[in-house]
């Protein structure tokens, strides 16, 4: 099974709104990485932040991490209709451990930001 | 950079042919991973060298798949013989040594078994 789960699955909003994504997973891990896909492409990354931080922003994304609650988000902020496109989260497991040193991805959510 | 590069970018292929996959990873990075992608399954990871050396292969479905490099420039994916439910976006991805590193993905092979 996946170990990242995004919530929602789907988000349709208008241009200028906040997008905010969720993901759940399930082992403890060394970081968390949010990646982007545009339709017919490859994954870009967005962003990686590690076990022992909180939060972290980059340009007009803000990632938390709550490693009690195993979970994460993604907020993306004064949407634009180029920020449509399908975003997983991913998680690089902690040593020792069956998923240490490789990324395992969510299912992702779908976002489609309106003009 | 030109980044991660695979070939081809579409593969049709009649069933029970030899397939093979290409990928060409970023200059000095050190990890490189197979992952294939499908609506059902998601993201899946294959198999993923460190240094040239295969380290987890677990995720190969089966004896079909094999995945070898050669050196550190150069990595192929080979399916033998194909099957239509091999039919996915297969993606070839690479990193640098040390965990806050990000991958790279190159563009993706669609792969068609017909």
């Known amino acids: 099974s996946q170990q990242g789960e995004e919530d929602p699955q789907a988000l349709s909003i208008q241009e200028g709104e906040n997008a905010t994504m969720n993901c759940s997973y399930k082992?403890?891990?060394?970081?968390l990485q949010w990646y982007r896909q545009n339709s017919g492409r490859g994954l870009v990354h967005l962003i990686l932040?590690?076990?022992?931080?909180r939060e972290k922003h980059s340009g007009r994304l803000r990632v938390t991490l709550d490693t009690s609650k195993k979970s994460s988000s993604l907020l993306i902020t004064a949407s634009r209709a180029a920020d449509t496109a399908s975003y997983f989260c991913?998680?690089?497991?902690?040593?020792?451990?069956?998923?240490?040193?490789?990324?395992?991805f969510g299912q992702g959510t779908i976002l489609t930001v309106h003009p | 950079d030109a980044g991660v590069i695979q070939s081809p970018r579409h593969e049709v292929t009649e069933m029970g042919q030899e397939v093979t996959l290409r990928c060409k990873p970023i200059?000095?990075?050190?990890?490189l991973f197979w992952y294939r992608q499908t609506m059902m399954r998601g993201l899946e990871l294959l198999i993923y060298?460190?240094?040239?050396?295969?380290?987890?292969d677990s995720g190969m479905p089966e004896d079909r798949f094999s995945a070898k490099m050669p050196n550190a420039s150069f990595s192929t994916l080979k399916i033998q013989p194909s099957e239509p439910r091999d039919s996915a976006v297969y993606f070839c991805?690479?990193?640098?040594?040390?965990?806050?590193?990000?991958?790279?993905f190159g563009s993706g092979t669609r792969l068609t078994v017909v």
């Open positions: 200059s000095g990075h050190d990890y």
């Open positions: 082992t403890s891990i060394n970081n």
């Open positions: 991805a690479s990193r640098r040594q040390g965990r806050t590193y990000g991958y790279t």
């Open positions: 932040i590690r076990s022992n931080e």
């Open positions: 060298f460190n240094n040239n050396v295969p380290i987890d």
């Open positions: 991913a998680t690089d497991g902690q040593a020792g451990g069956t998923s240490y040193g490789k990324l395992t």
